[in-house]
């Protein structure tokens, strides 16, 4: 059975840091390529960075750059978002999301962790 679990969402102050983390199992996680996605109540799912396979290369979204790292250790089937200098409008669900480059129709999403940036 295909799982991908998230971790460490919580209530943090502005300025403050978060690591999230996605578990993963029941796939070859060293295959795929991994995303985290946040969304917000009535805003649509947006992107928040992107890791290849090997962990190689990344993306971010602009609103992310400079404060967020993704990373990952296939060794232990997990991919990590380091969230630095938090921003009330960082508040959302954080969904990881495991997909193929090579197949659109293959990703699979875990259930979200829900990040609260409030003083």
């Known amino acids: 059975q295909v799982q991908l679990v998230e971790s460490g969402g919580g209530l943090v102050q502005p300025g403050g840091s978060l690591r999230l983390s996605c578990a993963a199992s029941g796939f070859i996680f060293s295959a795929y390529d991994m995303s985290w996605y946040r969304q917000a109540p009535g805003k649509e799912r947006e992107l928040v960075a992107s890791?290849?396979?090997?962990?190689?290369?990344?993306n971010y979204a602009d609103s992310v750059k400079g404060r967020f790292t993704i990373s990952r250790d296939n060794a232990k089937r997990t991919v990590y978002l380091q969230m630095n200098s938090l921003e009330p409008e960082d508040t959302a669900v954080y969904y990881c999301?495991?997909?193929?480059?090579?197949?659109?129709?293959?990703?699979?999403w875990g259930k979200g962790a829900l990040v609260t940036v409030s003083s």
């Open positions: 890791i290849t396979s090997t962990g190689g290369s990344t």
């Open positions: 999301k495991a997909y193929l480059r090579s197949s659109n129709a293959l990703q699979y």
